[in-house]
């Protein structure tokens, strides 16, 4: 099928580490990504990895890719309660414009 | 403006009239989604455009028709509403090369009595 899973819902500490989990569908996509919808507002892209790649960091965010497994995590060091939002992981099915996402993750960050 | 607008931001509406959620964006994106958010559900895609003069169903469709007259716009249309389309509906574009981002609009907020 065409289901990306995720948990969803994650509570961490401030200053603690999160790492949010999804396991996606098509071997084939090119690229995978990772959304954060904060409330009452669209989603925005937090970070994308290519899928040649195994790992990415991008200052407090690392994403690892695991192809044979498809799974993707996306990694937050030293969390903030700013960080408290519903993360989205998302797939383009190769050789089309559909998007598939994930339920979405809600982080809860206790102060 | 720079980005993706929709209107209205949020609506009533009696079950068995017709609405249109207005969606327009300004990057010249070839590429414009609806999605609808549900509690548990995620984001599930009701129909894209892959270019001005095209469209295709995602994954809901039923009950909801789009059309693609220029490239800014992107109007979805519930021709009769029931209950269930109560939801947070979502307009997306993405310029289709590269990484192929997908820039979200803030949302229509729908409830169908």
């Known amino acids: 099928g065409e289901d990306v899973e995720q948990s969803l819902f994650l509570s961490v500490r401030e200053g603690d580490s999160s790492v949010i989990n999804c396991t996606y569908t098509d071997s084939s996509s090119t690229y995978l990504y990772w959304y954060k919808q904060e409330p009452g507002a669209g989603l925005q892209l937090l970070t994308y990895?290519?899928?040649?790649?195994d790992m990415k960091q991008d200052q407090r965010l690392t994403v690892l890719l695991n192809k044979k497994d498809k799974h993707l995590s996306l990694r937050i060091a030293d969390t903030q309660t700013g960080d408290s939002a519903i993360y989205f992981c998302?797939?383009?099915?190769?050789?089309?414009?559909?998007?598939?996402f994930g339920t979405g993750t809600r982080l809860k960050v206790l102060a | 403006i720079a980005g993706i607008t929709q209107a209205p931001t949020s609506q009533i509406l009696a079950a068995g009239r017709r609405m249109t959620l207005r969606c327009t964006q300004d990057?010249?994106?070839?590429?414009m989604y609806w999605y609808r958010q549900d509690l548990g559900l995620g984001l599930r895609l009701i129909h894209y455009s892959n270019t001005a003069g095209t469209t295709g169903k995602g994954e809901v469709p039923d009950g909801y028709s789009v059309s693609r007259a220029n490239t800014d716009d992107f109007p979805l249309t519930l021709a009769s509403a029931v209950p269930s389309q109560t939801s947070v509906y979502f307009c997306a574009s993405s310029d289709s090369r590269g990484v192929d981002t997908q820039y979200f609009g803030p949302g229509t907020r729908l409830t169908v009595l």
């Open positions: 990895i290519f899928s040649n790649m």
């Open positions: 990057m010249r994106h070839n590429a």
């Open positions: 998302a797939e383009i099915l190769s050789g089309t414009y559909k998007y598939i």
